[in-house]
């Protein structure tokens, strides 16, 4: 033991000092582990436990909420089918009607047409001209007031009528020049027999602005005389289809 103190005092350590030293860490350790060290295992311990339990709970959350998600999406897309299912049927349902009104419309129209024609053309061989001028003046009178009473007292009708003539209206629109549809400010002007409704007036709208190339603003004026159809007129040049037209083109045209 005195051979080993004198060899650490050869390589220069205090063997006082490191006596001290080992004593007082023995020290520092026993007041450590007797007072602290405990305390503090007990409360990392104490605080592992809390960890856990809130990541269990995490987990619980975070599986709820996709099950959550999940079922979401699941209830969304169920959502969305059904939607674009019914407004699909509702589209072909509405679509579906409007052809049937249409095609009764043009059947209406056209058998009306017929009889007239027919009744002036089984007449003509038996009448002079001023006769017949008479009768042709007569029948243009009597079926402008019928046919007014018809459209007065039934709106279906009327708006038949309106359908009618309006649905060439795509087509007879190139009967303009096309000088027509390249003035910047052109005054238009469409009479009906009857005030256009707002899908009638949103069709029209629409040809006039494909043909113009942009929005055009419209006067709409009221002309009971012209029975059914329409009158239009861009800067001064005018065309027309309706029932009052007609009738007098076939008048005309009986000898």
């Known amino acids: 033991m005195q051979q080993f103190i004198v060899f650490l005092g050869q390589i220069g350590i205090d063997v006082n000092l490191l006596i001290a030293q080992i004593v007082n860490f023995t020290l520092l350790l026993w007041i450590l582990n007797k007072f602290v060290y405990k305390s503090i295992v007990k409360r990392i311990e104490d605080d592992e436990k809390q960890l856990q339990k809130a990541k269990i709970l995490q987990d619980s959350l975070t599986a709820e909420k996709d099950v959550f998600l999940k079922q979401k999406t699941v209830e969304l897309a169920k959502m969305k089918k059904l939607s674009r299912e019914k407004i699909a049927e509702a589209g072909e349902y509405a679509e579906e009607i409007k052809k049937q009104a249409k095609a009764e419309a043009q059947k209406e129209i056209a ?50 009528l309106q359908d009618f003539f309006l649905s060439d209206m795509t087509e007879r629109v190139n009967d303009f020049p096309e000088k027509t549809f390249q003035k910047t400010s052109p005054k238009i002007i469409l009479e009906t027999a009857k005030p256009l409704n707002n899908e009638q007036k949103e069709s029209v709208l629409e040809i006039l602005s494909k043909k113009f190339n942009r929005q055009v603003q419209m006067a709409e004026k009221t002309n009971v005389d012209l029975i059914g159809g329409y009158r239009l007129e861009i800067s001064g040049i005018a065309i027309e289809n309706n029932l009052l037209n007609q009738l007098l083109h076939a008048t005309e045209t009986v000898q």
Do not use: T
Not at 121 to 150: A, F, H, T, W, Y
């Open 111 to 160: 058998q009306m047409l017929s009889q007239m024609k027919k009744q002036l053309s089984s007449r003509q061989s038996n009448l002079k001209n001023e006769q017949l001028q008479n009768m042709k003046k007569q029948i243009l009178e009597n079926v402008q007031q019928i046919i007014k009473k018809m459209s007065g007292a039934s709106d279906s009708i009327s708006e038949k």
